[in-house]
């Protein structure tokens, strides 16, 4: 899409879904009921901060990206720079049928992007560093009482 030509978003909020992905994201935007642009760019909050801060100077900005493999970190750095962010489970995304049985990138962050500006989005919990260590730690432990069980039934079987 071409992006809209207008020198300032002061005071208009542009709503920003991500489809995250390892190597590169699928970013729409959109700002008044309309799509303004939708890029791919290198996974990082600080070079998303940066292309918005360029392109739409001085808009009240919200992002939203469905939860996986990543983690929080992007929503971290995020609130860091002072982009309000949402984390929102995958299922609880309303979709149509269309964007049910063409799956692909662009449609995934539109759709995102679309539901955010509508408030239709409720974000996820999301647990402060130390919690999130804590469920770590946790979650070793748990792999490391496994392996011992099956360590000693292995040995139990060759006995």
Same mark, same amino acid.
């Given at each position: 899409? $071409?992006?809209?030509?207008?020198? !300032? *978003?002061?005071?208009?909020?542009? *709503?920003?879904?991500?489809?995250?992905?390892?190597?590169?994201?699928?970013?729409?935007?959109? +700002?008044?009921?309309?799509?303004?642009?939708?890029?791919?760019?290198? %996974?990082?909050?600080?070079?998303? !901060?940066?292309?918005?801060?360029?392109? &739409? %100077?001085?808009?009240? &900005?919200?992002?939203? &990206?469905?939860?996986?493999? +990543?983690? *929080?970190?992007?929503?971290?750095?995020?609130?860091? =720079?002072?982009?309000?962010?949402?984390?929102?489970?995958?299922?609880?995304?309303p979709t149509m049928g269309?964007? $049910? !049985?063409?799956?692909?990138?662009?449609?995934?962050?539109?759709?995102?992007?679309?539901?955010?500006?509508?408030?239709? =989005?409720?974000?996820?919990?999301?647990?402060?560093? *130390?919690?999130?260590?804590?469920? !770590? =730690? +946790?979650?070793?432990?748990?792999?490391?009482?496994?392996?011992?069980?099956?360590?000693?039934?292995?040995?139990?079987?060759?006995?």
């Amino acid at each position: 899409m $071409k992006k809209i030509a207008q020198d !300032s *978003f002061k005071g208009q909020h542009v *709503f920003v879904g991500i489809d995250v992905h390892k190597k590169q994201w699928v970013v729409s935007l959109r +700002c008044n009921k309309m799509e303004l642009q939708t890029v791919s760019m290198n %996974p990082s909050p600080l070079e998303l !901060s940066h292309f918005m801060k360029k392109h &739409y %100077p001085e808009g009240i &900005y919200h992002t939203v &990206y469905e939860a996986g493999f +990543c983690g *929080f970190w992007i929503h971290e750095q995020l609130i860091a =720079l002072n982009i309000d962010n949402r984390v929102v489970h995958p299922q609880d995304v309303p979709t149509m049928g269309k964007e $049910k !049985s063409q799956k692909r990138d662009p449609i995934d962050s539109h759709k995102l992007a679309r539901e955010l500006e509508n408030g239709s =989005l409720k974000g996820i919990f999301v647990p402060d560093v *130390f919690h999130q260590q804590l469920r !770590s =730690l +946790c979650r070793l432990r748990e792999k490391t009482m496994r392996e011992m069980i099956r360590l000693k039934n292995r040995i139990k079987g060759h006995l």
